[in-house]
């Protein structure tokens, strides 16, 4: 039970540098065509072509899911649910607390939510795909927690 308590959390550490990598060279390269409207202000929809994102990463976990319970439970259930999990907490973070599509957490005072809520805002400065930084999500340079305002 160790183990696979290890693996989910592994996995969950580990999606943020995947995250870091796909959203570097993938989203603001050959995949800007999808996440372009996400760096345009007052999107008008509720959905935007980045949420097509979601899907790209729902896929590997589910389809871990289904081959982690094949023949029995194994290790790639619990891969499949970092995945998940990391995915949760993306939502939560990206698209509840920064982008605020959901009026929840609407005044958090929490140090580590408005540094990462900040470290997002410079990384949106740049509406075009190049000279972008702060490509993380959960783990972003310390520099974005010194000096927040309260």
Not at 23 to 33: A, E, I, L, N, R
Not at 66 to 92: E, K, Q, V
Request: proline share 3%.
């Amino acid at each position: 039970m160790i183990l696979f308590i290890a693996i989910t959390l592994g996995t969950f550490i580990i999606m943020e540098g995947v995250t870091w990598c796909t959203h570097k060279y993938v989203m603001h390269g050959f995949g800007w065509f999808l996440h372009e409207d996400h760096h345009q202000p007052g999107y008008p929809h509720a959905f935007e072509k980045n949420d097509a994102f979601f899907v790209v990463f729902a896929i590997p976990s589910m389809l871990l899911f289904y081959f982690g319970i094949r023949p029995d439970l194994n290790y790639l259930f619990f891969i499949g649910l970092g995945i998940l999990f990391y995915g949760m907490a993306y939502f939560i973070i990206h698209d509840v607390l920064i982008h605020r599509r959901f009026n929840w957490f609407k005044n958090t005072k929490n140090r580590y939510l408005r540094g990462l809520r900040k470290a997002h805002k410079i990384h949106h400065k740049h509406m075009g795909k190049q000279d972008g930084e702060c490509f993380g999500m959960l783990f972003v340079p310390f520099k974005y927690f010194k000096k927040l305002k309260w």
